[in-house]
């Protein structure tokens, strides 16, 4: 069993600036691939980043450049520094977990065993 919360969420303006984190208890032998997804009202779930235990990422294309996955610290801690905010970004933000997927398949939501309950960011003026 593993176990995802995530937190960091809020209400931001335009431009702004937010840090996500998650953290990762339980069985973490089960959790190599860790990523963010974000679903918005009337949107499907889509994936964010993505990021392996041995620290390889990918990225959607609408994020990169603005927005940095990473995990580490003792507690497995996943992160997402997102920067340059703007209300495309509003969404609810999950931290997900599986022991694993195909890199090609690895923003997919489909392919991932356990799911935290979110946190919401809203970007407005």
């Known amino acids: 069993r593993v176990q995802l919360v995530e937190s960091g969420g809020g209400s931001v303006q335009p431009g702004g600036s937010l840090r996500l984190s998650c953290s990762a208890s339980g069985d973490t032998s089960s959790t190599y691939y860790m990523a963010w997804f974000r679903q918005a009202p009337g949107k499907e779930r889509e994936g964010v980043a993505a990021i392996t235990e041995m620290r390889l990422t990918e990225y959607a294309h609408s994020v990169k450049g603005r927005f940095t996955i990473s995990r580490g610290g003792p507690d497995n801690t996943l992160y997402l520094e997102m920067t340059n905010l703007n209300p495309a970004d509003t969404a609810l933000y999950y931290c997900?977990?599986?022991?694993?997927?195909?890199?090609?398949?690895?923003?997919?939501?489909?392919?991932?065993?356990?799911w935290g309950q979110g946190t919401q960011v809203t970007v407005s003026s």
């Open positions: 997900a977990a599986t022991d694993y997927v195909g890199w090609s398949q690895v923003l997919r939501h489909s392919e991932y065993k356990y």
